[in-house]
């Protein structure tokens, strides 16, 4: 009982209460073992429990999540320098992260991440369901919200002044809420949602070139796709999306961006002229 109260009040207080509610926890078994109330199959069948009563009253009645509010995220902003005139929810979205879109008041388009207090958690689950899925995947451990932040923003300035395109980063930093919040700047389309008619063989040849560019300086994208590829407004296609990408990568990791960009244009045209392109710049 003490679990489910207090896994299902956690959401809803701060921080310290939700630790001290682990103590509690914590505490609580070890003075059951302790004190011979029960075995240590008894003490764990009962955190089972009170976990999934507290997981089906957070699925049934809803749970607050660490999701931040459109009005939170443009404040939180206002607080980085990045001033705003709307956001809005990004119409795609991933595991353990809350992305959003905002205008400026010269119409940049801006794409927002913000990783709360459950950024690790989901990040957690979704790379071990990955893992058990996929050859070759990962599981991403240890990492928390402000080190994704600043993994990205150094991965993804390290390409820039090598001169490979991809989305600037316009801030990166911490909300007074304690979300680390990144921002690109997100000038085109990506090539998902270009019509079939659109990718023509020199777009096709310019996807190649770009990762081919990222490998070059010892990067790989780690999360190759057609949301991840972005037709620029100036014709040319940036990588977006460096939130796995691996410095000093290995071939390994160079091989598999390569297996996954084959992949990917071969979905949005077709696989004869995917594999044409990079003949065409790769040579193998």
């Known amino acids: 009982v003490v679990t489910a109260v207090v896994i299902t009040a956690s959401p809803h207080v701060t921080r310290p209460l939700r630790w001290l509610g682990r103590i509690v926890i914590t505490m609580g078994a070890i003075a059951a073992l302790v004190l011979g109330i029960a075995v240590v199959l008894d003490v764990v069948a009962g955190l089972a429990v009170g976990v999934v009563a507290a997981a089906v009253t957070h699925l049934v009645f809803g749970s607050p999540g660490g999701r931040p509010s459109a009005d939170q995220v443009h404040d939180a902003l206002a607080d980085l320098g990045v001033?705003?005139?709307?956001?809005?929810?990004?119409?795609?979205?991933v595991p353990g992260v809350a992305l959003f879109d905002a205008d400026t008041s010269d119409r940049d388009e801006l794409l927002v991440k913000v990783y709360g207090r459950d950024a690790w958690d989901g990040q957690f689950l979704a790379s071990i369901w990955t893992a058990m899925w996929r050859r070759g995947e990962r599981p991403h451990l240890g990492s928390g919200r402000l080190a994704l932040v600043e993994h990205e923003a150094v991965a993804t300035l390290l390409a820039e002044r090598a001169g490979v395109p991809v989305l600037p980063v316009v801030a990166v930093g911490r909300s007074v809420d304690g979300d680390a919040v990144l921002v690109n700047e997100v000038s085109g389309r990506p090539l998902s949602h270009l019509p079939a008619d659109a990718l023509d063989d020199e777009l096709l040849r310019a996807t190649w070139r770009s990762l081919v560019s990222l490998h070059a300086i010892d990067i790989a994208h780690g999360r190759v796709d057609g949301e991840r590829l972005v037709l620029r407004n100036d014709g040319s296609v940036a990588l977006g999306d460096l939130g796995e990408a691996v410095v000093a990568a290995t071939q390994g990791d160079i091989l598999t961006d390569r297996a996954r960009l084959l992949v990917t244009t071969a979905i949005l045209t077709?696989?004869?002229?995917?594999?044409a392109a990079a003949l065409d710049v790769i040579g193998v």
Request: proline letters at 0%; charged letters at 35%.
């Open 83 to 93: 001033d705003v005139v709307d956001v809005t929810d990004a119409v795609v979205q």
């Open 270 to 275: 077709d696989q004869d002229r995917s594999l």
